[in-house]
């Protein structure tokens, strides 16, 4: 059974922190890694998808990265602000041309102003 | 920006009544998803909808699920006999073309059997 973690499962930081989150997955078959952000009460809204072993990617003060030999991606949020306060949702899309999506539990982060 | 629309928001119904959940994907997308999460677990791949018939779907989408796309615009989850062990928050999602093109999730219907 293919399982996708995420750690921590929560955290709390001040306004301004930086701080990082783990995804870990089983790193054969791999095809894509997906981020996503869900605010309470919203629709998850994606962030990155990212296919290549050492890709990074950025949006304003977010940014990940991907490592798919040891099957793990981190998600970084510089300079943390209330509206950063969300779970980020990680989802591995594996090889064999179908679209489905294996989720982790999430990251809830919490960010006091 | 286009956006993926879900109705109802909430429902409610009796365990063994049919219920149909209604999605409009973004128009120009040519794949169409249903996802669930039941409350404090993880999100749930349920089935994925392309050229108007079902491209893949998970052992939970047994003979008491069915979609449909009646129309060119909507899709529907329908459960046919419901249990209270589907009670979730059911995601309708869409995407492009392009094999690892983010989806596009709507803002969900919380089903609740009681």
Known sequence: ILNVEQSPQSLHVQEGDSTNFTCSFPSSNFYALHWYRWETAKSPEALFVMTLNGDEKKKGRISATLNTKEGYSYLYIKGSQPEDSATYLCALQNAGNNRKLIWGLGTSLAVNP | ?114
């Open chain 2, 1 to 114: 920006e286009p956006e993926v629309t879900q109705t109802p928001s909430h429902q409610v119904t009796q365990m063994g009544q049919e219920v149909i959940l209604r999605c409009v994907p973004i128009s120009n997308h040519l794949y169409f998803y249903w996802y669930r999460q039941i409350l404090g677990q993880k999100v749930e791949f349920l089935v994925s909808f392309y050229n108007n018939e079902i491209s893949e779907k998970s052992e939970i989408f047994d003979d008491q699920f069915s979609v449909e796309r009646p129309d060119g615009s909507n899709f529907t989850l329908k459960i046919r006999s419901t249990k209270l062990e589907d009670s979730a928050m059911y995601f309708c999602a869409s995407s492009n073309d392009s094999p690892n093109s983010p989806l596009h999730f709507g803002n969900g219907t919380r089903l609740t059997v009681t």
